[in-house]
């Protein structure tokens, strides 16, 4: 079913409700071999035309030219009244030259009072955080209208792709009846004008307002089929495969990587490797399925059936101390830009420089 200019379904997670540490974190420690950025802007980010950077923030298109040092910017919306883009977001340029954010609307977050999630007399359909995307066709100086893709609750977006065949791909998720979130895709053949939704996947348990099988992150391999990795409960990011360009996502089932309860991030590199981003559960407590104190990196040259160890590239061992959901630009064929919603983690490495050290266990 095609969704034009409107959205169907059923929303979703808490992501944004757990951003802030309990306990103010000192900054974190970064890959002996890492250099800071010289912003606080988060990604993600993408590369314009000319050679610059690209990203958004709440209400406005910010660019660079010089690698970060400045940045000018222009509003995204005519008003700064109805929408507000969330933390958590995608950022794709095409290569057409199409830029699309995805992004949840905060100026239409409805809950009910005291919250109260799966309590008698609350329905799930009480709980809202559309989602939304719109495009801009000039590098991010004017944008169209925005769309709406979903009504329900929503709590995470960070992964968007473009395929082999220009068809946009974007990761969701929604609230389902069941009292838990599960993951949806939205795909576009025509750049964003229009979009249709995928088969649901839901892992079939769990039932407080961050349970499910959720915030998921795909690439395309070279077969031409997509892979996705999700954040679960179950001390592993679960895997499933779409062999329809997104519609349909099937083999849904506990992958091979291990991580804590949390966002992971996915990009394919120039190298022609994946690389992953995420939260490993932590060395110095290996069982611990809760930790975002280590952010990780691994690297896959066949399409996600192996991966590399994982290699700490950031962290923090305050208490409290988050380095998590994560996005990940390659600025330049090798270099990698890093930023985290939590714990504000800014910083540039070299892909060569990662395996050549790494931040000793506390």
Known sequence: ????????????????????????????????LATALPFT??????????????????LH????????????????????????????????????????AAWMNLNEKKSPLGWNWGTPGVAWQDFVLPVYTCRSLDEGRTWDRPILLNRPWCGCIHSLIETRSGRLVLVAQEVIAAWRHATVVFLSDDEGRSWQRSNVLDIGQGQHDHAGSIEGTVVERRDGSLYQLLRTETGWLYESVSRNGGLFWEDFRQSTVRSVTCCAQLARLADGRIALLWN????RDPGNRASREE???AFSSDDGTTWSPPRVIAANYGTGGRVSYPYLYE????????????????????????????IPVP
């Open 41 to 58: 802007h988060q990604g993600p980010f993408v590369t314009t035309a000319d050679g610059g950077v690209l990203c958004v923030d709440a």
């Open 61 to 100: 298109a910010l660019r660079t030219g010089d690698e970060g040092r400045t940045w000018s910017s222009t509003p995204i919306f005519p008003d700064g009244q109805q929408y507000r883009i969330s933390n958590e977001r995608a950022l794709l340029r095409t290569r057409s030259g199409a830029v699309i």
């Open 295 to 297: 952010l990780s990196i």
């Open 280 to 283: 490993h559960p932590p060395r």
């Open 1 to 32: 079913m095609t969704i034009p200019h409107l959205a169907l379904a059923s929303a979703t997670l808490l992501a944004t409700w757990s951003a802030a540490p309990a306990a103010k974190a000192p900054a974190p420690l970064l890959h002996p």
């Open 331 to 358: 600025r330049t064929p090798g270099e990698l830009w890093i930023t985290t919603m939590q714990g504000n983690v800014r910083m540039k490495i070299s892909v060569a420089d990662i395996g050549r050290g790494e």
